[in-house]
């Protein structure tokens, strides 16, 4: 399948691969670039800009197919090492970028300067056309379906994705609900160039996560995920746990008393805990409402083939089939 997205990456199959936070490692980027789609190494995941080149180093090892490198710039009093993680990811030869968090424009001249092409990752409209106006090459539209941050604006897919169409001129793709080759059918027809998988690819045997983590994702509906942190602006949908709860209720009890320093025990440092060791009530961690889509736990490669299977039965059998003369 051909589409301005596997044209702007140099991929087979219009399918990125989420930058999550202790799953974007080398073992699953490279994966699913292997697949024929676009593989991401998370980088603040990697402590430091040194930890980030070897990680990239390592990927590089495991596939010869474009991979690149999901970056958030977080609004902190004390900033990541930006600089050294940008010159590790021009050094490193990466030439994707995914961007989010806060406006990426200060990095823009020197990713595109080593011939990077950047795609932001945004919840609304007004956030998308920012980043074409400032020299973006595509951006990920995330709908509120989405797991983690899915902004303030609680916009779905099906309003959100047309809404992009219609006022961008960069190509985009669909991120939240991902999950198949009906989804892929689905972001194609809404006006995407392809599509942004996160919890479908936690749920792959080459996810370097726990399997109590997958086999979680498995067993859930698209009932169980819940909103947390919304009184701080900083809305994440999560899938439901012990942890979730007790935030939840603190977030009942304090009202719009509720601080970060309320909650720190249930969302500050928790992603080790629960990804790599399993612990998954330790805190609160990202999950799609997709997961009710989500019932095994294949190869990337098996994944993205049925993906693509699918969608081509779809765009060639049933919907032609409902064409007359």
Not at 3 to 22: A, K
Not at 116 to 129: E, F, G, N, P, Q
Not at 134 to 158: R, T
Not at 290 to 300: E, Y
């Amino acid at each position: 399948m051909k589409t301005q997205i596997t044209e702007l990456f140099g991929i087979q199959h219009p399918i990125i691969q989420g930058g999550m936070h202790f799953v974007g490692l080398a073992e699953l980027a490279s994966a699913v670039s292997n697949a024929g789609g676009l593989g991401l190494i998370t980088g603040l995941t990697q402590r430091s800009p040194e930890l980030l080149a070897n990680e990239i180093r390592r990927c590089r090892e495991m596939t010869d197919k474009p991979f690149g490198v999901n970056l958030t710039f977080l609004p902190t009093v004390s900033s990541p090492d930006y600089p050294g993680y940008i010159r590790a990811i021009i050094e490193g030869g990466i030439k994707v970028v995914e961007t989010a968090g806060n406006n990426p424009q200060k990095w823009l001249p020197a990713l595109h300067e080593a011939g990077v092409k950047v795609i932001h990752k945004c919840t609304s409209v007004r956030h998308a056309l920012k980043a074409e106006a400032i020299g973006c090459d595509a951006v990920s539209v995330d709908g509120f379906e989405c797991g983690g941050h899915p902004g303030e604006d609680d916009i779905p897919n099906f309003i959100l994705l047309p809404r992009a169409a219609d006022e961008l001129r960069i190509p985009f793709v669909a991120s939240g609900g991902m999950a198949d080759g009906r989804s892929l059918v689905a972001a194609l027809a809404l006006g995407a160039q392809g599509m942004n998988m996160g919890t479908r690819f936690i749920a792959t045997q080459e996810a370097p996560v726990h399997e109590n983590v997958k086999q979680a994702i498995v067993d859930a509906s698209e009932l169980d995920t819940r909103l947390v942190m919304r009184s701080l602006r900083n809305t994440e949908r999560v899938l439901r746990n012990d942890a979730v709860d007790r935030l939840l209720e603190k977030e009942r009890s304090l009202g719009v008393n509720l601080k970060f320093e309320d909650i720190i025990d249930e969302v500050a440092g928790v992603y080790p805990r629960i990804m790599q060791t399993g612990d998954m009530n330790a805190g609160a961690w990202s999950c799609g409402m997709v997961a009710g889509l989500i019932h095994d736990i294949p190869t990337a490669k098996e994944l993205i083939d049925r993906i693509m299977a699918q969608a081509d039965d779809i765009i060639r059998h049933r919907l032609t089939g409902f064409l007359t003369a």
